[in-house]
């Protein structure tokens, strides 16, 4: 199956600072998804972005589908964004498609 | 607002008994849904996928017998833990595309956090 890895696993910032999470995935994918998972579980849909750059207030979002890795921007970063981000992907297959996703960043922001 | 939406977010149970979470597409219809599951401060793995009107595809290593999916219309997939112990305690969490098949975004419901006593 498609692996899935995610950078850093950690990262403390203080508020108003600019982060880059790294998503690499090892294979062509037809989907890829970013998440921000609240402290109460639930998944938050941030990006929908197999290809191309998107922008979504503060956070953007880019993949270079050709070489296999998504990155995520967080600008003026706020407390409330602490949480893990995740990112995801698929291949979409007659037999079927999962979505896999990487290990997760937790995101620290403090005030 | 939501698009998938679980119940119950939280259960509690005791070491023996069965436990039912339901997944419900909200005004879109969906012909596939998934469940995943999650440990404490890992990430989430996909343990079965559930099919309208067939079986569902079970992910190698899940039982099948243990964790009973029916998705009997095309707005609510049920996932049953039968006979549940601690190890089964976990948070699950569903997901569907408002595509309603097998392409486009998927989105998630709330989770449902089980503890098994």
Redesign the interface.
């Known amino acids: 199956g498609i692996q899935v890895e995610q950078s850093p696993p950690d990262l403390i910032l203080q508020e108003g600072a600019n982060s880059t999470l790294r998503c690499n995935f090892s294979d062509s994918v037809n989907n890829l998804q970013w998440f921000h998972q609240n402290p109460w579980g639930q998944l938050i849909n941030l990006f929908y972005i197999p290809s191309g750059t998107k922008q979504n207030g503060r956070l953007s979002a880019t993949t270079v589908a050709t070489e296999r890795y998504s990155l995520l921007y967080i600008s003026s970063s706020q407390t409330t964004d602490s949480g893990v981000y995740f990112c995801a992907v698929e291949r979409w297959e007659t037999s079927g498609s999962r979505l896999t996703f990487g290990e997760g960043t937790q995101l620290t922001v403090n005030p | 607002g939501a698009v998938v939406s679980q119940h119950p977010s939280r259960v509690i149970c005791k070491s023996g008994t069965s436990v039912k979470i339901e997944c419900r597409s909200l005004d879109f219809q969906a012909t596939t849904m998934?469940w995943y599951r999650?440990f404490p401060k890992?990430?989430?793995?996909?343990m079965a996928?559930s099919n309208e009107g067939s079986k569902a595809?079970y992910?190698q290593g899940v039982e099948k017998d243990k964790f009973l999916i029916n998705h009997a219309s095309l707005t609510l997939s049920t996932l049953t833990v039968t006979s549940a112990h601690p190890e089964d305690s976990s948070?699950y969490?569903c997901?569907a595309r408002t595509s309603g098949g097998?392409?486009?975004?998927?989105?998630?419901g709330?989770?449902s956090?089980l503890t098994v006593l």
């Open positions: 998934f999650q890992q990430s989430l793995m996909l996928t595809t992910e948070f969490i997901s097998n392409t486009g975004e998927l989105f998630f709330e989770g956090r």
